[in-house]
């Protein structure tokens, strides 16, 4: 059993709270006449601020553990080992961060009582340092196939889900059901929606994270979520600048460059962005890619000054907080060493520096780079004022606290899984019906083997796939059975689906990212000779079809969360319409230059 550290009472919360707050910025009002006044207060808080606690602010660092102050032994090994701390509330006292974000392999995200807990012991110790200064919580909630906080919480249709559904109210809505969840557990800073556009259907690392190829859809639907997440009183992050969207290498692993013309980038790859700074967008993450059109340099985007400051901050006129990709991923530190990438992002415009490697090292660096008069104190003032201003905005100055009656109140609602549930049904894409096989009904096709891959859940808390499309088809009146055969099916556990597939009425298989020489493609075609007639649902990219051959009928899922499997089965059933529409091309796997389904393509019954 894991014992929690008890959340502080209100009152001494309060107390805590109000000691600090007159010591700070008391009375910080948002409205454009007060911004002056306002701006004023935050100046003076930074001038009180020794230069160890400005290096502080602009760090958003991970930590281990679901306490501020009491985690696992594991935990705190892991933090010794990687921080040099113990705990989250000594991260906090010893480097000043002005922000944690949350991940569910640093156990930060176990359940929604328990992250407003280690929340509120993140803000207490913040706000008993000698400045105090509330933290900026954040986290990777994209929703779909990136997802920190699992069930209990609302899980929605990520972006291309999104894209095929292609109704602005329902992505407003999906962002705003998120954003209150966010809040009401401590997190105020969002790094979402996507405003990368996908037009490569072989990217690694963007792919269904992206509303899609046509880069107006994507604009429209990238400030819906502005709007939506700013309605829940949270901060969302437009990424990853100047467009990820058209690479072939996964910046997590290597450094890509992106080809695309100064004309193309602006065509293709600026209007998400551009739409999201009208829109009010509170934060811009940048992208660890080279884009020799943008800066001959070569330097990665993160690091580029004629990126960030001459084409965001002046070109695009963009005055809001600007983030880091994690410094941590390979390609931003492919160039130079870890004790130069902070500083050079910091000279290349960029106000928060998101999860180094080696805090320590990286933190260092910034304060020598300012004793050694590399960085002016002036600069680091000018990045703090701007995440300053933004913890204003969020109210975090007035209240940093989560409560439990909060999360309690919003978190997992009724209503929110009935809305997701709605708009997760309006996404299902419904590629290839061969003579009206689909839908389904008990009566003709009642027995079903369930078979394919079984990716992990993007929270934790989701599936396996195959038991899920199962359970789903078996509450709607089917006699199903699942067999997991994974990504990579042997050949052995293609014999076994086979034997399986004998006597069954039909055979569903979920498809995960079929590529050339991927054994799935084996699976279907052997499943396909039995004579049982096989549908197939794509749990991820819509692109496996253009692999496969011979199924009666193919849908795209675009995520394997349950509410999207769900709504997937519901269409397979009848018991919906599939209403979703392609938002990218697909294109035929053996030449490309013939589209096979095109954009906008979606069949109905």
């Known amino acids: 059993m894991h014992h929690r550290a008890p959340a502080p009472s209100r009152r001494t919360l309060l107390t805590v709270t109000a000691a600090a707050a007159a010591a700070a910025v008391t009375g910080l009002t948002t409205p454009a006449a007060h911004a002056e006044a306002d701006d004023l207060k935050l100046q003076r808080l930074i001038d009180r601020m020794s230069l160890e606690e400005k290096v502080g602010q602009l760090f958003v660092m991970r930590v281990y553990g679901h306490s501020a102050t009491t985690p696992d032994q594991a935990d705190i090994d892991a933090n010794l080992a990687e921080i040099g701390v113990r705990t989250a509330a000594e991260l906090v006292e010893r480097y000043h961060v002005g922000g944690v974000i949350y991940f569910s392999w640093a156990h930060n995200t ?58 602005h109210a329902d992505a407003r809505k999906a962002a705003q059901i998120a954003g209150e969840e966010l809040a009401a557990v401590g997190i105020r800073q969002n790094y979402a929606p996507v405003a990368d556009v996908n037009v490569n259907p072989a990217n690694p690392v963007i792919g269904v994270r992206s509303f899609g190829s046509d880069p107006q859809a994507v604009a429209g639907l990238v400030a819906a979520q502005v709007k939506g997440y700013q309605r829940a009183g949270v901060a969302a992050t437009s990424k990853h600048f100047p467009g990820h969207g058209d690479t072939a290498v996964d910046s997590h692993y290597g450094l890509p460059t992106i080809t695309h013309t100064r004309e193309q980038w602006a065509e293709l790859d600026a209007p998400p962005f551009r739409s999201a700074i009208d829109a009010g967008i509170d934060s811009i993450m940048t992208a660890h890619i080279v884009v020799p059109a943008l800066d001959p340099s070569e330097d990665p985007a993160t690091l580029s000054r004629p990126i960030l400051t001459g084409i965001l901050r002046e070109q695009l006129g963009y005055d809001g907080v600007v983030v880091t990709d994690s410094l941590g991923m390979e390609g931003v530190r492919t160039k130079y060493g870890d004790e130069r990438v902070p500083v050079l992002a910091l000279k290349a415009g960029v106000d928060q520096l998101l999860n180094p490697p080696k805090l320590d090292v990286a933190w260092n660096a910034v304060l020598k780079a300012v004793r050694d008069g590399e960085l002016t104190e002036a600069r680091l003032d000018e990045s703090i004022l701007r995440i300053l201003r933004l913890k204003a905005k969020l109210g975090l100055f007035r209240q940093a606290y989560a409560t439990r009656a909060a999360v309690e109140r919003v978190v997992g609602t009724e209503s929110h899984l009935a809305h997701a549930d709605r708009i997760a049904e309006a996404t299902t894409t419904l590629l290839l019906n061969e003579d009206g096989f689909l839908p389904l009904s008990p009566a003709s096709h009642r027995s079903v083997l369930v078979v394919g891959a079984d990716p992990a859940s993007p929270s934790g808390t989701t599936g396996p796939p195959t038991t899920t499309l199962a359970t789903a088809l078996s509450e709607l009146g089917f006699d199903a059975t699942a067999l997991s055969t994974g990504i990579t099916p042997t050949a052995a556990k293609i014999e076994e689906a086979v034997a399986a597939a004998a006597g069954k009425d039909v055979v569903l298989v979920g498809t995960y990212n079929v590529s050339a020489t991927s054994p799935q493609r084996t699976l279907v075609a052997r499943l396909v000779a039995t004579g049982v007639p096989v549908v197939t649902v794509a749990i991820r990219n819509p692109y496996d079809v253009a692999r496969l051959g011979g199924q009666r009928a193919t849908l795209a899922a675009y995520s394997w969360t349950d509410v999207e499997l769900r709504a997937a089965v519901r269409v397979l059933a009848g018991r919906a319409r599939p209403r979703g529409r392609l938002p990218v091309p697909i294109q035929n796997a053996e030449d490309p230059t013939k589209v096979l389904y095109p954009l906008g393509h979606g069949l109905s019954y």
Do not use: Y
């Not at 196939?145 to 095929?164: H, N, S």
């Open 110 to 167: 176990r359940d929604p009582q328990q992250i407003a807990a280690l929340s509120n012991g993140i803000q207490q110790a913040a706000l008993a340092q000698p400045t105090p200064v509330p933290v900026l919580i954040s986290t990777d909630q994209e929703h779909g196939i990136v997802c920190r906080v699992g069930k209990p919480a609302t899980l929605l249709p990520g972006a291309m889900a999104l894209g095929a559904g292609g109704s």
